[in-house]
């Protein structure tokens, strides 16, 4: 058997393998599989929100709300095709998102790339042609601003419905662009963070998504505060459309939208709501309108008295409040607005297990509820 010219040969097939391999690394991959939402989280909206059809993402647009990807992005480019099914529908896709919805928003805080129907209008604070803008606490600076925070299209581009539109969205060590239908229009620099999840939003148009797919760019360094906020476990309890997963005795609370609220006016004495799940250990999450009147509110954790959180028109925030904090044991620790009121505080008589009940002492709002189950040390 002959072996010269073996040993280069094998060299060569080593080589081009190499290269195979390397360059299968750039290639785009989806970020739908055409199938179902696998990749996916339904972070604040219905399970009628999203669902797939030939091929193609369908989002209701209702409730206002959000799903988001399983993991994290930095640098990478996404491209993806999407129309608008009536005039005037509004959408958007997020990039370098927190794992949950802002305080007191339906929305996440990022970078938002606008999905807006051509009919909707264009005006000296928006276009309908591929807006680019931080949203909720990120930063960006613009490229063609107007003097604020948003980035606006060079030129019109977009195909009004039910066409079909291509986004090509770039996102590279902080900075941003957007190619609409094969040209670069919109452009940002210098945003953060610069990595997060990527969102689909839902805000009142029915909306195609098809073709979704990503190429990810080699990691760039990263100062603190550049990372969104990682994937906590949280999920959340209110539908946006409907009172599911919630119990109450009167007809005082109504669902509207991404919040749900007590009106006030509930026949009987038990104005309280309550969730149909009950926790033992478990983070919570859940936003409030301070209320105008002196009557206090009431959120009982695992539905004891003992474990109350109180909601008073002593709130210093006028809009929406934020309460967080974790229940393990008979020991409560709870933040409002990011302020630490006290670390496992050691409480009495607190049942085991139970649901959430809200009792509210006169019209209020809430929004955001979420939970995540806390694991044993």
């Not at 996916?40 to 009628?48: F, G, L, R």
Request: glycine share 10%; proline share 6%.
């Amino acid at each position: 058997m002959k072996t010269r010219g073996l040993i280069p040969a094998l060299a060569f097939l080593f080589t081009l393998a190499t290269i195979s391999a390397e360059d299968k690394k750039e290639e785009f991959q989806p970020l739908f599989n055409g199938k179902d939402l696998d990749g996916w989280v339904k972070v604040n909206t219905a399970p009628s929100t999203w669902s797939v059809k030939d091929g193609m993402i369908i989002c209701s647009g209702k409730p206002t709300g959000e799903m988001r990807t399983r993991r994290m992005y930095q640098n990478f480019i996404m491209e993806v095709e999407w129309r608008h099914m009536k005039p005037r529908g509004n959408a958007g896709i997020f990039v370098w998102a927190d794992d949950i919805t802002a305080r007191g928003q339906p929305f996440h805080r990022g970078v938002e790339v606008q999905v807006l129907e051509n009919a909707y209008g264009n005006t000296r604070g928006h276009t309908t042609h591929g807006d680019i803008f931080p949203i909720h606490g990120a930063k960006m600076t613009p490229i063609n601003g107007r003097g604020g925070s948003r980035a606006f299209p060079t030129e019109n581009r977009s195909k009004p419905t039910p066409e079909w539109n291509h986004y090509r969205i770039t996102c590279n060590d902080g900075t941003i662009s957007l190619a609409v239908n094969g040209k670069v229009v919109t452009q940002g620099k210098d945003a953060s963070p610069r990595k997060g999840y990527i969102c689909l939003e839902s805000e009142g148009g029915i909306v195609h998504y098809r073709n979704l797919r990503i190429r990810e760019l080699p990691d760039t360094p990263l100062e603190p505060g550049q990372t969104a906020i990682a994937d906590r476990g949280y999920r959340c309890l209110y539908t946006g459309v409907d009172l599911s997963g919630w119990k109450s005795a009167g007809n005082g609370w109504q669902s509207r939208n991404w919040t749900f609220r007590y009106t006030g006016k509930s026949k009987g004495d038990d104005r309280s709501i309550v969730t149909t799940e009950s926790f033992s250990d478990f983070g919570f999450i859940f936003d409030v309108q301070a209320p105008k009147k002196p009557a206090a509110c009431k959120v009982l954790l695992r539905d004891s008295p003992a474990a109350a959180v109180t909601i008073d028109s002593t709130l210093k925030s006028r809009g929406w409040n934020r309460f967080e904090g974790e229940l393990r044991g008979n020991k409560l620790s709870l933040k409002l607005n990011g302020r630490q009121l006290y670390t496992d505080k050691a409480l009495d008589g607190v049942a085991a297990r139970g649901p959430i009940r809200i009792i509210p002492g006169g019209p209020i709002g809430f929004a955001n509820v979420y939970v995540r189950e806390l694991k044993t040390p």
